[in-house]
């Protein structure tokens, strides 16, 4: 009788160890299951947020190339535009050349030589030219001279008296690039009247250079 009471004492006590350890088992695995996701969730995290990074740094490096890329077509459609512009103000240089080999430009210096001397208002003014100018302005820079008498006592009552002398220092001369034309200067080169054919070409390219530019790149 007693052992029969120890064995069901002893079977109990094995049941509730059993019991015991499979709550001990599967709570383990629930918590093991638990920490198991909750890593895999993490990680998870972690790569969509390296993947969104890395996608970011991808848009932000594509946005660099491409705006160096614009950059660069815009300096190289510039560069070719600035390319055109000196080749078309070359040309016009050229043309201009031409019209101081023509007939008419002794007139031509004439009339710039008294345009001169009406910008420069000095009655002792030096003027300048070309070599190959030199004999044709010392043959109009009298009548120029008479000219500008004219004007200004027709204008202002007043007969001016100046001394207008041509250049007589070769080396100083004007070079070819100024494609002709003349320059005055007074007070020892301190006022300069720069009226040479070059000059007025490129002021004419400056208050053109809008009109130019609308007809050249009509897509601006």
């Not at 299951?33 to 740094?57: C, M, P, S």
């Not at 614009?70 to 300096?75: D, K, N």
């Not at 055109?84 to 007939?103: D, F, I, P, W």
């Amino acid at each position: 009788m007693a052992s029969d009471q120890i064995r069901q004492m002893v079977n109990f006590i094995l049941q509730e160890a059993h019991e015991k350890a499979n709550e001990i088992r599967v709570k383990t695995e629930h918590d093991f299951n638990l920490e198991k996701q909750t890593l895999v969730h993490e990680a998870k995290l972690n790569i969509q947020d390296e993947f969104a990074k890395k996608e970011k740094d991808r848009e932000v490096q594509e946005r660099i190339a491409r705006s160096a890329e614009i950059g660069e077509c815009r300096v190289k459609k510039m560069k070719i535009r600035d390319e055109l512009l000196q080749t078309l103000l070359s040309e016009a240089g050229g043309k201009c050349a031409m019209v101081a080999r023509g007939q008419n430009y002794p007139h031509l210096l004439q009339k710039l030589i008294v345009q001169g001397l009406i910008k420069i208002e000095e009655l002792e003014v030096t003027v300048y030219c070309r070599a190959e100018d030199v004999s044709i302005v010392s043959g109009v820079i009298q009548e120029a001279v008479k000219e500008y008498v004219e004007i200004i006592e027709r204008e202002s009552g007043i007969k001016l008296k100046p001394k207008v002398s041509l250049n007589s220092d070769r080396s100083k001369d004007l070079g070819e690039s100024t494609y002709g034309g003349i320059m005055l200067t007074a007070i020892n080169g301190k006022i300069v009247c720069d009226n040479t054919m070059a000059s007025r070409l490129n002021l004419v390219y400056e208050e053109l250079m809008p009109s130019i530019r609308a007809i050249l790149f009509p897509e601006d």
